[in-house]
């Protein structure tokens, strides 16, 4: 059963830890993305990598950080530098390069710092 | 850089009632990508349309992709409870050259009263 999964759905942090987000898919996509989402708003893109050992900063890297050492792995890293991380996290993959452009969503974690 | 302009920003409506909502842009996009949101979980892809003029249907849901390439349309007809959540548009920048990042509009919340 192929899918994006994202772990834990429910995350709990203190102010100052740093906190790894987990996402794993197993549809054999090259691209990977992660996104914030605050209450009442839309996507905003944090970090994206094209292919295994590469990524790119998307409009708020700040405070994170990511690492894409297996093609099905995308670990995000909300550190203590992000000034205000309670978010909805979304994880999401896409084909390979030069497919249609669509991307296939996890279900989120819902980071709270407390 | 590119931006999607989502209109309503949000509706209420009565169960069995249609649903039109809409996509604009200042730029072409040559790809429109229709997702849902349901509270608290990841977006899922509705509808694709890759040419322009395009009509496709999935069930109760009808998108169109403009003739200008600049806009595209989403319908809904004899609305539902479960058609509750925030329909995203979303379509590949100009510069896309596969797998670059999608540009997202800030969605459209649907509201459904029984």
């Known amino acids: 059963d192929g899918g994006i999964t994202q772990s834990p759905k429910y995350l709990f942090r203190k102010e100052g830890q740093n906190v790894t987000l987990s996402c794993e898919q197993n549809l054999n996509h090259d691209a990977m993305y992660w996104y914030r989402q605050d209450p009442g708003q839309g996507l905003r893109l944090i970090y994206y990598?094209?292919?295994?050992?590469?990524?790119q900063k998307g409009d708020i890297a700040e405070g994170y950080s990511v690492s894409r050492e297996k093609k099905e792995s995308f670990p995000l890293t909300v550190t203590s530098a992000q000034k205000n991380p309670t978010a909805f996290y979304l994880c999401?993959?896409?084909?390979?390069?030069?497919?249609?452009?669509?991307?296939?969503f996890g279900p989120g974690t819902r980071l709270t710092v407390l | 850089g590119q931006q999607l302009n989502q209109s309503p920003q949000s509706m209420f409506i009565q169960e069995g009632e249609d649903v039109s909502m809409n996509c604009t842009s200042s730029?072409?996009?040559?790809?429109w990508l229709w997702y849902k949101q349901d509270p608290g979980e990841g977006p899922v892809l509705l509808i694709a349309l890759y040419k322009a003029g395009e009509l496709t249907s999935n069930g109760r849901l009808t998108a169109q992709f403009g003739i200008t390439r600049k806009d595209s349309f989403l319908n809904i007809s004899a609305s539902i409870p479960s058609d509750v959540g925030i329909y995203f548009c979303a379509g590949p920048p100009r510069e896309d050259s596969g797998n670059t990042p999608l540009v997202f509009g800030k969605g459209t919340r649907l509201s459904v009263i029984a």
């Open positions: 990598s094209q292919i295994v050992n590469d990524f």
């Open positions: 730029s072409i996009f040559n790809t």
């Open positions: 999401a993959s896409s084909p390979e390069r030069g497919a249609r452009n669509e991307q296939f």
